[in-house]
Structure formats: C-alpha cells, structure tokens
C-alpha cells in the first residue's frame, strides 16, 4: 500500500510540474503531458505501468463526461443540433467503417470484425484534447460549441460500435437489422435512465434542506450514479451522464446557490485538472507495456500500419466536414438549418480537431486477452498498438499544428454575435436598470432618512455610467484608467489587510471572510483588465 500510495503521488508531483512547464513554454497541456510520460517510461528503473480499463471507464469517464455536460450551453447544442449527431453518430460510423474495410484489406491476419472493433476504439476524438489546445486562440464560438456538442455524444456512439464488434468476434455472427435496433435502443434507454437519476438528483437538491458540502458532494456522486446504473442494465452509461449532466445545469440556478456556485466551481477545477493530467500522463508511460506486447508482430511494420491508419481516420474526418458543409448549403434550400452557407473554413478548423485520447486508450486495454473458448483473442497486441500510434500521432501532429492552421484559415463566427465584452456590459447594465428601478418605484420613502441607501443609489448610478464607458470605444482610455487605478486600491487593501492579520483583536476567521470578499473584487477586476 506504500508504495502505492508513493505512486500516486510521484504521478501528481509530475504531472503538476509538466502542466506547469507546458504553460510557460505556451504548448497545450495534454500533449506536454503524453510526451512527458512517453520520455519518463523510457528511463530506466522506471515501473512499467498497466492501466486497467475500469480505472478509466469507472472512475475518470462519469466526472469528465459530467464536467463537459455542465458547462455545454444548451441553447448552443440545440442551435447546431443537426451538425453535432452527424458528427457524433454519422462520422462515427463512417470512420469505424473505413478502418474496418482497410484494415482487414491491408493489415495480414485482420478481418472485418476485428477491423471494425479498431474503428470503433478510435473512431472518437478527445473532448479534453481539443478544448485544451483551443484554450487561449482566437476561435468563434460557433466552432467551439460545435467540437463540445460532438465530443459530448461521440464516445457513447464509438463504444456502441466496439461492444458490437466485440460480440460479433465472440460469436461469429452479425445482424445488421439487430445492431441498427439494439444501437438505438441503447442511445434512447440510456438518456432516459440520465434523465431520471437527474431527476432524482434534481429533487434532493431542491427540496431538502441540505448543507452546501454535502450538496457539492452531491454533484460528484451523481455522475457515477448515472453512468453505473445505465451500465447495469446494459445502456449507455456515456449518454446517461450527458443527458443527466445538462439536465441538471440548465436548472442549475434553481438548484445551488452563491457559496455552492463558488465552492463547487472551484473543488471541481481541481478535480478534474486533475484527472485530466493523470489520464494523459498515464497514456505516455503504457508505451513500454504496448510494445512488450507486440509478439508475433515486427515494430516497423506495426508503426507503419499505425501511421496509414491515422492518415485515414485524419483525411476521413476532414473529407467528411467538408462535405457536411457542401452538404448543409444544398439542404437548406428544402429545410430550415441553423445557418445554410457555413463555407469551407470553420469545417477545416472542425476536421482537423480530431485528436484521440482517453476514451480510445482504455476501449482499447478492455479487450480481453483470450476468447470464451481459451483461444488467444484475435490480433490484440496489434489492436492496441496501433490504437496507442494514432492517439500519439493525432494528439501531437495534430494538437500542435491546430493554432496554426486556425491563424491560416481565419475561420468566421457562423451565428451573429456581440463581442463579450459587450454582452457583460449589456447584462450588468440591465441588471442594475432593475434594481434602481426597483429602489426608486418601492424603495424611495427610505432614502431620504438612511445614508447608506442613498450610497447604494449612488453605486447603482455609477455602475450604470461605468457600463456605458465599456461598451464606449471612444472611452476606452478612460476606462482603462479607471481599472488600473482600482486595481491598485486593491493591492493596497491586501496590503491593509496583511498588517491588520497580525493584529490580536481581529479573529484569524473574519480576516479570510474579508480576505475572500477582496479576492473577488479583484478576479472581477482583473477579468475587466483583459
């Protein structure tokens, strides 16, 4: 257990330090992360590792899956609805299909179930990947909100395709009508069994007088509430957290209030950062165990049938944005669609987002070594390796290259929008409208007696001209000042602060209540700095 333990925590150690060096050198954090494990499983004396599958499926898919569901605006999954399951489902299932057909003709002792397995374990781009390496360019957000709606409903489809392989390699039969039922019936289920537990959840939440850490303990417990339950009676466990998981943050602001908001926003940060940087280290150290197990197979050749089959699942993907777009202008001429002339440079951006990663890797691992009947199962070590190449391949070519080929391309925001700066300053100013409005209609009898709301009208009526100065280009410079000026206010009340900490007759309790009322002023502040 030691040891164990001392794992674990040499694993963060690193991984904290990896994240951090990634930052500075301004290079997306997962591929950082996978180099920097591929590098450290190559020393000596290090431990091979080998992850098991149910570390990934049971313990890093519901929180992830959950994380991405809560912050996906639903508006936005509903505006570009149809792109999204064509993306999810459609290129799925195209992708899986080409892998399958090219593998069994290529690849020496592959057939077409067992080809077909391989496209389903890296037929679905990694949600965390791309968002992680859009982090900082300048990208509409159509084409983000695009990315996460597929990345959301994507893996479900892949797994689906893969549990279906993987019962045709084990009983030798197929059935398409069979699989075209089941495949349904285990998407809808599994949306339904989320719906549910978030029902459930949602009713906890709402009617029960609870504490604010255990309501955010709660939000950490429903995700695998979601995921085990739909898996118990063989659905989507994946689609049952998604639809959970939105489910609950639409009526987020019902649910939660201030102090859970806050402390919930950042406990999960943590969480997930977490997560997230163990399972893309993880993928770097498997190398050694992937290529120990390469028996029977040449490393050369095994690299090369790596590299033609991320060539294909990468041309495959941006074939197939391309042709959505031409295709979405000529049937918007017979339906209505979200926007009909969608051009050819936000799909570019969208095909070449098609980095693989956790989810492939433990589709992967799960494949069993050995058949029902004790026969070795069919081209294993091979499945695995090549699913280990095209995650590498995909994450660092692709990864790395992505920002540029966004500088190159400039793709444009296909829904019109106002800058975001704007949009703060629109709701802020509307939501102070609301409040002066109600304190002078109902409130104006108070005013004259009482300081203090008289003071509070004046912020109001501030507040309201500081709004108009932000969505002011000729004021820019005046606001600026006024930011500056205020964020030295604030160092110099932090400086206050710390002198009056040392001080006995202030509890060490107040100082920290004042201290992260302070820290708030300043995030806003520094928020409204960039």
Do not use: C
């Not at 912050?71 to 195209?94: N, P, Q, Y």
């Not at 906890?204 to 939000?219: E, V």
């Amino acid at each position: 257990m030691r040891e164990l333990v001392l794992l674990g925590l040499t694993l963060l150690l690193g991984m904290a330090l990896l994240a951090t060096l990634a930052h500075r050198l301004r290079i997306p954090t997962p591929i950082f992360l996978v180099i920097g494990g591929l590098i450290t499983s190559l020393i000596p004396g290090v431990p091979h590792l080998n992850v098991e599958p149910d570390l990934i499926f049971l313990v890093f898919l519901p929180p992830l899956l959950y994380e991405a569901a809560w912050f996906m605006s639903w508006r936005e999954l509903w505006r570009w609805r149809r792109i999204v399951l064509v993306l999810a489902f459609g290129l799925v299932m195209l992708t899986a299909t080409a892998v399958g057909y090219a593998s069994a003709a290529f690849i020496p002792g592959f057939t077409l179930a067992t080809g077909f397995l391989l496209g389903g374990i890296i037929s679905p781009p990694d949600a965390v990947a791309a968002t992680s390496v859009l982090k900082g360019v300048n990208i509409p957000k159509s084409t983000i909100s695009i990315l996460e709606g597929e990345s959301l409903i994507n893996d479900a489809a892949s797994l689906i395709v893969f549990q279906f392989a993987m019962s045709t390699i084990i009983s030798g039969n197929f059935i398409w009508q069979d699989v075209a039922l089941s495949f349904v019936l285990v998407t809808i289920m599994g949306a339904g069994i989320g719906l549910a537990v978030a029902g459930l959840f949602y009713a906890i939440h709402r009617w029960l007088p609870i504490q604010p850490r255990i309501s955010i303990l709660l939000t950490f417990i429903a995700p695998y509430i979601m995921y085990l339950t739909a898996e118990e009676f063989h659905f989507s466990g994946v689609i049952a957290v998604v639809s959970g998981g939105v489910f609950l943050s639409k009526h987020s602001s019902q649910l939660l209030n201030h102090t859970e908001r806050v402390q919930g926003l950042s406990m999960w940060a943590t969480v997930i950062f977490i997560i997230n940087g163990l399972v893309f280290v993880l993928i770097g150290l498997e190398l050694p165990v992937v290529v120990e197990g390469l028996d029977g197979h040449s490393l050369m050749s095994s690299i090369g049938y790596g590299l033609a089959i991320s060539a294909l699942v990468i041309l495959v993907r941006v074939a197939f944005a391309l042709f959505s777009s031409a295709f979405t202008d000529f049937a918007g001429r017979f339906i209505t669609v979200a926007v009909r002339n969608v051009g050819w440079r936000g799909p570019v951006v969208i095909g070449w987002a098609g980095m693989r990663g956790v989810v492939s890797l433990a589709a992967a691992l799960s494949v069993p070594l050995a058949l029902p009947d004790r026969q070795p199962f069919p081209q294993r070590s091979l499945i695995l390796f090549i699913t280990f190449v095209v995650i590498l391949v995909t994450l660092v070519l692709q990864g790395l290259t992505l920002p540029l080929i966004i500088r190159l391309v400039h793709p444009n925001e296909l829904f019109p929008r106002l800058p975001e700066k704007q949009q703060e300053a629109a709701i802020n100013r509307q939501m102070q409208e609301a409040a002066l409005l109600e304190l002078n209609q109902n409130l104006t009898n108070q005013l004259g007696d009482n300081d203090l709301l008289t003071n509070l009208k004046n912020r109001l009526e501030g507040g309201l001209l500081l709004n108009q100065l932000t969505t002011s280009d000729e004021d820019g410079e005046r606001l600026a000042r006024y930011n500056q000026t205020l964020a030295q206010l604030h160092r110099i009340k932090r400086r206050e602060l710390e002198r009056l900490r040392h001080q006995e007759e202030f509890d060490e309790e107040v100082i920290r209540k004042i201290e992260a009322q302070l820290d708030l002023e300043e995030e806003k502040t520094d928020h409204a700095i960039r």
